[in-house]
């Protein structure tokens, strides 16, 4: 045990400061209170802001994705085993951006629901 920690002393001191300081920081302003870092007062908005931000850091990795598959597939050089990964790479990817895609427009069609009720 002891040498366990004598190894990994650096990385538990990291974690704690990582975990311990942001706190500190956010409760340094009041006094002892942490103020709310999202612009949202109830769940709907908080669904809103957390998959607006999954999309605008998703879609320019999907785009990436994409590029790569397009550069796999020149790779390839009409080899088949080579051509089948690049395509299954591109299904994947599409696949992915389907289901990034899909869930935004679900959460909207419940958000626009349950706003009309």
Same mark, same amino acid.
């Given at each position: 045990?002891? &040498?366990?920690?004598?190894? &990994?002393?650096? %990385?538990? /001191? !990291?974690?704690? +400061? $990582?975990?311990?300081?942001?706190? !500190?920081? #956010? =409760? =340094? *302003? *009041?006094?002892?209170?942490?103020? &709310?870092?999202? %612009?949202? @007062? &109830?769940?709907? *908005?908080?669904?809103?802001?957390?998959?607006?931000?999954?999309?605008?850091? =998703?879609?320019?990795?999907?785009? #990436?994705?994409?590029?790569?598959?397009? +550069?796999? +597939?020149?790779?390839? @050089?009409? %080899?088949?085993?080579? !051509?089948? *990964?690049?395509?299954?790479?591109?299904?994947?990817?599409?696949?992915?951006?389907? $289901? #990034?895609? /899909?869930?935004?427009?679900?959460? @909207? #069609?419940?958000?626009?629901?349950? @706003?009309?009720?």
């Amino acid at each position: 045990m002891t &040498n366990f920690l004598k190894k &990994n002393l650096y %990385k538990i /001191g !990291l974690m704690i +400061f $990582i975990l311990i300081f942001p706190v !500190l920081s #956010l =409760a =340094a *302003d *009041d006094g002892l209170t942490i103020k &709310n870092p999202l %612009k949202s @007062q &109830n769940i709907i *908005d908080l669904i809103r802001t957390v998959l607006e931000g999954v999309i605008k850091i =998703a879609m320019p990795v999907i785009v #990436l994705a994409v590029i790569y598959c397009g +550069f796999l +597939f020149v790779a390839a @050089q009409g %080899k088949s085993e080579k !051509l089948g *990964d690049a395509k299954r790479a591109l299904s994947y990817t599409l696949v992915g951006a389907a $289901i #990034l895609l /899909g869930s935004w427009a679900i959460a @909207q #069609l419940i958000v626009s629901t349950v @706003q009309s009720l």
